[in-house]
């Protein structure tokens, strides 16, 4: 298989951008974009050579100032003043992952011959993805609307030598990396600052790291679930697939199915049981995990739309000699599914810290706190602190960002989507929730413990005797803290393809 990946108008899948992460693909421009490409900017070459019409952010200003013309000799001008005027990010720095999946959202849009983009200008963007040269860029500073204009504003500062960069793992001047490299400074030309500032890459960029962590949390999610169904030794019978057939939502019977296939084989499953039903935490997995995962199914059908899109303006069309000014620049269609993202993967975690408390409280043949001297020691009573403290902080940060909206400009952009907090808060999530899982994953581990002889799935017995490698028993008290950041380290690294 290649090891590079051509950016191309063909239609760009999740899956396809999960493979160019992990086999750290380069990127080329296909020889079809690059036509396109080149045919879009003659034509606004030509446009400008010819007539004296006004074009809104190529011979006007911007936002309020879009009625003032700007002379032809101040063009160029024009755009390298609006890059650097723009840069107003502040807060804290963007992740490195996260800025290449920037970095190639915008890559991707203006590939599609609608921008006016030179080829030296995004062939220079995709030179910065291929050396790992990756602009600073700050988490505040965007609205969603009029584009991420503040954060991609620092991603584009270090085509014109200014900004910073990391580069080899320092955080340099850019110019400091041009000049080692060998490249020169770009003077960005009529329409190019607005086409690499304006569009929802910032916005899209989190957006598609937290689904693409959210896939394999959906599958940790019922893992996890799974071990504590037979930790709390419940009753299999919520599972049976005529249950969800007749509700007919398919996130909830793929679930069921799902936690089925996990304790296949069990000996704690289908022992006798004294209780009659088991907590919601329990028994309401496949409605509960699978509602979340119906979720997951609809963003991503949004994401990906928003991934093979152009978003910038105004957007030419040299087929129909038109240069159109309007807004998709506005992320209200990715605002939306951002808060439905934090919402739908906060509920893992929610539930989550209800099998972790159900866990400890010493029913079912449990001790409590899952310790052998409770009293003496203490157990597991705190880690079910830490993810009730985080899974409060969770709900907090599914707040709906883009219910907000603050005028801007001089009231030109009297509407706005917030999509950039409501992505830095979904990618805030997905940390909480990771680490909410990971301690059940310990807890429902040591209430394992508790059942022996008896023995759970092969494919559960298999994984808790690798996790006992890193993490042992709990025969007394001990730093736990430790035993978490073991176990969160532990599940990045687990093969979940065996488990799905």
């Known amino acids: 298989m290649s090891n590079i990946y051509k950016i191309s108008n063909a239609y760009l899948t999740l899956d396809q951008i999960s493979q160019v992460i992990d086999q750290d693909q380069s990127l080329a421009l296909s ?18 050579n010819n007539s004296s019409e006004l074009f809104y952010g190529i011979n006007t200003g911007f936002g309020s100032l879009c009625d003032i013309r700007i002379s032809d000799k101040m063009l160029v001008e024009l755009q390298n003043n ?46 910065f993805y291929n050396k790992d040269i990756l602009p600073v860029i700050f988490q505040q500073g965007s609205l969603g609307a009029s584009g991420d204009l503040s954060p991609l504003s620092h991603l584009s500062l270090p085509l014109i030598g200014m900004g910073e960069v990391w580069y080899k793992g320092v955080r340099r001047k850019s110019i400091e990396v041009l000049n080692e490299v060998g490249w020169s400074p770009l003077k960005l030309q009529p329409k190019e600052g607005l086409a690499l500032l304006n569009g929802t890459q910032f916005s899209t960029g989190y957006g598609v790291w ?20 037979d930790a709390f030794d419940c009753r299999l019978s919520p599972f049976d697939d005529r249950l969800h057939q007749i509700r007919r939502h398919k996130g909830q019977i793929s679930v069921a199915t799902h936690i089925r296939k996990l304790l296949e084989g069990s000996s704690i ?30 963003i991503t059908g949004v994401f990906e739309n928003e991934m093979n899109a152009v978003t910038d303006n105004p957007n030419l069309f040299p087929d129909s000699d038109a240069i159109l000014s309007g807004g998709n620049f506005h992320a209200q269609p990715i605002a939306l599914p951002l808060d439905y993202l934090a919402i739908a993967l906060a509920e893992l975690g929610s539930i989550s810290e209800r099998r972790i408390y159900q866990l400890i409280s010493g029913q079912r043949g449990l001790n409590a706190f899952l310790t052998t001297k409770p009293g003496l020691h203490s157990g597991l009573m705190i880690p079910q602190y830490t993810a009730a403290s985080i899974v409060s902080q969770t709900k907090q940060y599914c707040t709906p960002a883009s219910v907000d909206s603050i005028t801007s400009c001089n009231g030109q952009e009297d509407h706005v989507s917030m999509a950039a907090n409501a992505a830095t808060k979904a990618y805030k999530v997905v940390e909480n929730v990771e680490r909410v899982l ?13 059942r022996r002889p008896l023995t759970s799935s092969p494919i559960i017995e298999e994984v808790a005797a690798t996790y006992r490698k890193s993490v042992p028993k709990l025969e007394a008290d001990r730093v736990l803290s430790e035993d978490m950041q073991l176990t969160v380290a532990f599940l990045r690294e687990l093969d979940l393809g065996k488990f799905k």
Do not use: W
């Not at 020889?31 to 400008?48: A, P, T």
């Not at 807060?91 to 490195?96: A, N, Q, R, Y």
């Not at 999946?101 to 062939?123: C, E, V």
């Not at 937290?210 to 504590?228: D, F, V, Y």
């Open 438 to 450: 990971a301690i059940e994953f310990m807890t429902a581990m040591q209430a394992l413990e508790f």
């Open 269 to 298: 499953a289908i022992q006798e049981k004294t209780s009659v039903q088991d907590p919601y935490a329990f028994r309401c997995v496949p409605q509960v995990h699978g509602a979340s995962k119906d979720a997951l199914d609809y």
């Open 210 to 229: 937290a689904l693409l962590k959210a896939q394999r949390l959906m599958t940790l999610a019922n893992l996890c679930a799974a071990i504590s169904i």
């Open 31 to 48: 020889e079809k974009s690059l036509e396109l490409v080149r045919n879009c900017r003659d034509f606004l070459d030509q446009k400008l």
């Open 82 to 127: 609006l890059v650097q005027s723009h840069a107003c990010g502040m807060g804290d720095l963007v992740p490195k992952e996260v800025i290449r999946l920037i970095l190639f959202f915008k890559i991707q849009s203006l590939a599609y011959g609608h921008s006016a983009i030179r080829p030296i200008t995004i062939q220079r963007l995709i030179d």
